[in-house]
């Protein structure tokens, strides 16, 4: 299985920014498109950002414009900067491979908090 380990969120006010790494720990992950997902008590988990291998992007709705994925594929870090937070952003957020019918296991995710 491959590790990922998500790190860099944080309690941030409305309107804020912060910035979300992630690390696997295979060289797998430089051959996959990645994407962030979040999720909030009670629902679903879903995507809000995902990056090909070549470094295509695409962004959910909600968060487009807001948001920026980027990689660096000879570190097997993904990253997600995030700006113009809003309280509805509060969310555990995770990365992994894209699509999700190919996810056999998750990291522990990391919490954003915004605080309105």
């Known amino acids: 299985q491959v590790q990922l380990g998500e790190s860099g969120g944080g309690l941030v006010q409305a309107g804020g920014s912060l910035r979300l790494s992630c690390t696997a720990s295979?060289?797998?992950?430089?051959?996959?498109?990645m994407a962030w997902y979040r999720q909030t008590p009670g629902k679903q988990r879903e995507w809000v950002a995902r990056?090909?291998?070549?470094?295509?992007?695409v962004y959910e709705d909600s968060v487009r414009g807001r948001f920026t994925v980027s990689r660096d594929n000879a570190k097997n870090t993904i990253y997600l900067e995030m700006n113009g937070l809003k309280a509805d952003d509060t969310a555990v957020y995770y990365c992994n491979i894209w699509p999700p019918t190919r996810i056999s296991n998750w990291g522990q995710g990391t919490q954003v908090t915004v605080s309105s």
């Open positions: 295979d060289t797998y992950f430089s051959l996959n498109a």
């Open positions: 990056i090909s291998s070549t470094g295509r992007t």
